[in-house]
């Protein structure tokens, strides 16, 4: 989440346990700092909506993500003067795995990440929270034909390099750098026959246990690491020197969205105003209440058109 207010995701409203409201304070008055409006739901009703039940008792409703395209990608190389590395998932249906091979792409310095929009595990709320926040820093490029895409990577000088536990040559010994497409494919099938057309070179990682194979993520991520060492140091980061991401992230959201229109902005920082905790009614009490009393307080679901960033 903190990387979410880093990257200035637009928000919509925080949700927070009741419980768990004085642990994560800080976050809760950064948003209200931002005019996001916080909402207290129930624990169970921030498990269904995220989808599972790793949550710390908070999430911040945000826009949809935005699709990016390969061309940004290749834009975004040229602009930190890199060679592009890019990272191909070929239907990942794990979103731990995804999320986790997000994190490693992210550390890695990798410029953008293809996936296909089939037959593959989304982006979802358990996905963003394996990532720790990578998804926010990373160009995500879905593809209704990954094998087209791979096509067009080569055309741009890119060369395809796919990860295969049978493959004579290992990670090590091949040469990584320069321009790079690296492939991983799916948890029990490994990477399909389509997209396995498309590699220029197969690598493998040598076992010396009993063990035969990697899980996806981590066979992903060795990989990836390998072919990060193999490239010149990265320059320092912007902003570099331990900047936090909460206090010092520019305001993602100035105003109160329409979605909400039956909660007030709570007041600015410099107020010195406490933040207003306000509970979701029950969507049971809700219906039930009369007429004379003003219309109910609106349910604290999001709606589905956007993304819910679990903390």
Known sequence: MEEAFAARRPARRLLVVPDRRDALERLVLHA????IPVVEVEGGSLTRL???DGHQGIALVVEPRRSAT?????????ERGEPPLVLVLD????PQNVGTLLRSAEACGVHGVLFPTRRAAP??????KASAGAVEHLLLVPLDDLAGGLADLRAHGLRIVGADEHAPMTARDADLRGPLALVVGSEGQGIGVPIRRRIDLAVSIPMRGRVGSLNAAVAGSIL????SMQRPPAPPAEGEGGADPVTDAAPIAETVPPSVPEMEAPAPAEDAAPPVRKRAAPRRAAA??????????A?????AEDDLLPG
């Open 32 to 35: 209200t700092a931002l005019r």
């Open 50 to 52: 995220a989808g599972f």
């Open 70 to 78: 390969i061309d940004e990608v290749l834009a975004r190389a040229r």
């Open 91 to 94: 239907s990942l249906e794990d």
């Open 123 to 128: 982006i979802t709320p358990a996905a963003v």
């Open 224 to 227: 990836l690491f390998e072919a």
């Open 288 to 297: 039930a209440a009369p007429a004379s009393e003003g219309p109910a307080e």
């Open 299 to 303: 349910p604290a679901e999001a709606p």
